[in-house]
C-alpha cells in the first residue's frame, strides 16, 4: 500500500497547548495536503505545501515538509477546544492523492 | 454554491441487494473521486474520474462501479451488496489532480 502514516495516532492535549502531527510517506511527491475531519462531516482543506517548499504558514496552522527524509509534520499553536477533529495528511505524485490513516486530537478545556 | 453534495446521507440494505450513490458538484471540477472511510484505515480511493465519460480504479474497486455521464454528477454503484461494504463513502471533486479536493458530506451504509 502506498498509504501514509501519520503519528501519533491519537493526542490528547490542554486548551491553549501545541500539538504536533507528523506524516510519513513513500514515494516521490508533488505536494502535501492536510485535512481536518470533524466527526461525522466531510474532510476540509486546511493547507497545501509544495515540493519545493519546506515550511507554510496559515493562521495558527504550521506546516513543514523534509522531501529528504519523506516526512511533513503539522503544528497547531494555541490550540481551541473546537480544533478537536481528526487530521489526514495526502500526499500527490503520479498517483491519485493517497491519505494517511489521521491523527485524532482531543483538545481539553 | 451548494459545493459537493451527496445522497443519501444514510441507508441500511440486505446482502445482496443494489444501490446507487449520487455525488453531485456545482464548480465544474474536472476531476471526481469515490472514496470509502472505515474505522482505523482513513480514506481508500474506489474509483475516480478525469472528465465526463471517464473512469478509473482506485485502490479497492472490487464490488463497485461507477459512471459520470454528466461533468457534474458521478455515480457509484453497488451491484450485490456484502457487509464487507459496510463504511462512510465520501465523494470529493477538484480541478486539478495535483490540487485542493473538496468533499461532500458523506454517506453512512449499513449492509445486514
Known amino acids: 500500500s502506498q498509504q501514509g502514516e501519520e503519528d501519533p495516532q491519537a493526542l490528547s492535549i490542554q486548551e491553549g497547548e501545541n500539538a504536533t502531527m507528523n506524516c510519513s510517506y513513500k514515494t516521490s511527491i508533488n505536494n502535501l495536503q492536510w485535512y481536518r475531519q470533524n466527526s461525522g462531516r466531510g474532510l476540509v482543506h486546511l493547507i497545501l505545501?509544495?515540493?519545493?517548499?519546506r515550511e507554510k504558514h496559515s493562521g495558527r496552522l504550521r506546516v513543514t515538509l523534509d522531501t529528504s527524509k519523506k516526512s511533513s509534520s503539522l503544528l497547531i499553536t494555541a490550540s481551541r477546544a473546537a480544533d478537536t477533529a481528526s487530521y489526514f495528511c495526502a500526499y500527490s505524485g503520479n498517483t491519485p492523492l493517497v491519505f494517511g490513516k489521521g491523527t485524532r486530537l482531543s483538545v481539553i478545556a | 454554491n451548494a459545493g459537493v453534495t451527496q445522497t443519501p446521507k444514510f441507508r441500511v440494505l440486505k446482502t445482496g441487494q443494489s444501490m446507487t450513490l449520487l455525488c453531485a458538484q456545482d464548480?465544474?471540477?474536472?476531476?471526481m473521486y469515490w472514496y470509502r472511510q472505515d474505522p482505523g484505515m482513513g480514506l481508500r480511493l474506489i474509483h475516480y474520474s478525469v472528465g465526463e465519460g471517464t473512469t478509473a480504479k482506485g485502490e479497492v474497486p472490487d464490488g463497485y462501479n461507477v459512471s459520470r455521464l454528466k461533468k457534474q454528477n458521478f455515480l457509484l454503484g453497488l451491484e450485490s451488496a456484502a457487509p464487507s461494504q459496510t463504511s462512510v463513502y465520501f465523494c470529493?471533486?477538484?480541478?486539478?489532480?495535483?490540487?485542493?479536493?473538496?468533499f461532500g458530506p458523506g454517506t453512512r451504509l449499513l449492509v445486514l
Open positions: 505545501i509544495r515540493s519545493n517548499e
Open positions: 464548480m465544474n471540477h474536472e476531476y
Open positions: 470529493a471533486s477538484t480541478p486539478d489532480r495535483q490540487e485542493t479536493q473538496y
